[in-house]
């Protein structure tokens, strides 16, 4: 049991102990090999790799996916646009420099998509009368917010309005 536990090595009078006696740091160790960065794994997939587009995916497909779910009201539109960002990484990947983080390189395609379909969905709406796919709860019309202002105004003493 005492053997399970890692031991230290301190002095040199430690690691002259009999193979019988041997400490578990004094052996050799095998380690896994520590996983890539994502921008390495980029950087191998700009290569040809496949299986580092697999982690890529893998480790952001979620996150990315709830990044859309949270801003559109569709998730089916959400998981369109998740698809669409990792299309768009697939056809850049020969242009990729990592100069930031691929989290912030992901999120800025990402949020590019998020805008153009927006932009659609608003172009849909104006020209052809189909309603948006999305609500943002901060737009609200300038009837809404000049109601909500008469109503707090009312609510004020007579000296305070």
């Known amino acids: 049991m005492q053997d ?6 301190l002095g040199p009078e430690d690691a002259s102990r009999n193979a019988m006696n041997e400490s578990p ?4 160790h095998k380690t896994a090999p520590a996983p890539l960065s994502d921008e390495q794994l980029m950087l191998e997939f700009s290569k040809g790799s496949a ?15 709830g990044f859309f779910r949270r801003r559109l009201a569709d998730p089916a ?10 299309l768009a990484v697939l056809r850049a990947s020969s242009r990729y420099v990592p100069r930031a983080l691929f989290r912030t390189y992901l999120y800025a395609i990402g949020f590019k ?4 379909h927006r932009r659609k ?15 943002d ?13 008469r109503h707090a105004v009312a609510k004020l003493e007579p000296t305070d309005r």
């Open 4 to 9: 399970a536990l890692p031991a230290f090595v």
């Open 25 to 28: 740091s004094t052996l050799p």
């Open 51 to 65: 299986a580092a587009f697999a982690e890529l995916f893998s480790r952001y497909k979620q996150p990315l996916f």
């Open 77 to 86: 539109h959400a998981e369109e646009l998740t698809q669409e960002t990792f």
């Open 113 to 116: 998509i998020l805008r153009a």
């Open 121 to 135: 969905a608003a172009f849909r709406a104006t020209f052809l009368g189909i309603a948006p796919a999305y609500r």
């Open 137 to 149: 709860p901060a737009a609200r019309d300038s009837a809404d917010i000049a109601f909500l202002i």
